[in-house]
């Protein structure tokens, strides 16, 4: 069952590293140049589908993280769940303490200054996602190689 955990773990991370590379180069700098008067339902309509988007990815992603610090799998250094989990920590606080709150700012009194933090200050998110990758794939690996 471990190995289950750890597939969908690598996948969740992976792909969670696939959209937030997308944001941090595409869809939050487009956010950035998007005129004020368009911003609120960009802003509204960004937040409904990337939760749609994101929500399994997200919440798979979470569990499977607690699930391989309960049960490792056999050849698992025990250091690599909980280095994933910690980089999880960092992008979802990262994510409630300085995303959400620009959204909700982008989506209530939009300006252009809003739209450039979201950019800058997803890059904790982007490099946490980044490593959690690299992490899951070191995972992965030791348990092919045990």
């Known amino acids: 069952m471990s190995e289950i955990i750890l597939l969908a773990n690598f996948v969740a991370a992976t792909v969670m590293t696939g959209v937030i590379w997308f944001v941090q180069w595409v869809h939050y700098p487009l956010l950035a140049n998007v005129p004020v008067g368009d911003a609120v339902k960009v802003a509204e309509q960004h937040q409904r589908s990337t939760g749609q988007v994101l929500a399994i990815p997200?919440?798979?992603?979470?569990f499977t993280t607690l699930g391989l610090l309960i049960s490792r799998p056999e050849g698992v250094q025990i250091i690599w769940p909980w280095v994933g989990a910690v980089l999880l920590a960092i992008a979802?606080?990262?994510t409630v303490f300085l995303?959400?709150?620009?959204h909700a700012k982008m989506a209530t009194n939009p300006t252009a200054e809003i739209g450039h933090r979201l950019v800058v200050t997803n890059w904790p998110r982007t490099i946490a996602w980044s490593l959690r990758a690299v992490v899951?794939?070191?995972m992965l690996?030791?348990?092919v190689r045990a």
């Open 58 to 62: 997200m919440a798979v992603e979470g």
């Open 92 to 94: 979802l606080g990262s």
């Open 99 to 102: 995303s959400v709150p620009l």
């Open 136 to 138: 899951c794939t070191v």
């Open 141 to 143: 690996l030791q348990y």
